[in-house]
C-alpha cells in the first residue's frame, strides 16, 4: 500500500489548481497506480463493516466524477480518501477501482 499512497501522494489536490501540465502528470500517476494495483492480489478476508458496509460506492462516485472532469488530481485524491477510509484491497472495492481506472483512465488514453 504504501506505494501506491507514493503514486498518488505528488498529486493530491482536490482543488485541482496547479495546472494543466500537473493535472496531465497526475493522469499519468492514475495509470502507474492502476499497474501497480493490477500486480497486487485482493484480500481474501472479508472485513465485515458496521450499516456504512457500501459508504466505498460513494468514494467510486466522486471518482467517477472527477475523472468525467478530467480533473485528475482530484481523482488522486479521491482515491487516497478512499485507500484511508475503506478495507480498499477487499476484492468489492478492488476489482471497482481496477475496472473504474481501465475504463476512465487506461482505454481513454489511446
Known amino acids: 500500500?504504501?506505494?501506491?499512497?507514493?503514486?498518488?501522494?505528488?498529486?493530491?489536490?482536490?482543488?485541482?489548481?496547479?495546472?494543466?501540465?500537473?493535472?496531465?502528470?497526475?493522469?499519468?500517476?492514475?495509470?502507474?497506480?492502476?499497474?501497480?494495483?493490477?500486480?497486487?492480489?485482493?484480500?481474501?478476508k472479508y472485513e465485515r463493516r458496521d450499516i456504512l458496509h457500501m459508504s466505498y460506492i460513494f468514494h467510486l462516485i466522486k471518482i467517477k466524477k472527477a475523472l468525467d472532469e478530467r480533473k485528475y488530481m482530484r481523482a488522486c485524491n479521491e482515491l487516497i480518501s478512499l485507500m484511508h477510509y475503506e478495507p480498499f484491497m477487499q476484492g468489492r472495492i478492488y476489482y471497482n477501482v481496477l475496472k473504474l481506472l481501465e475504463d476512465e483512465v487506461i482505454q481513454n488514453s489511446t
Not at 15 to 25: A, Q, S, T, V
Request: net charge negative.
Open 1 to 44: 500500500m504504501e506505494k501506491l499512497y507514493s503514486i498518488l501522494d505528488p498529486y493530491d489536490n482536490w482543488w485541482n489548481d496547479e495546472g494543466e501540465e500537473k493535472n496531465l502528470e497526475a493522469r499519468n500517476a492514475l495509470k502507474e497506480f492502476y499497474m501497480e494495483l493490477k500486480k497486487l492480489k485482493p484480500s481474501e
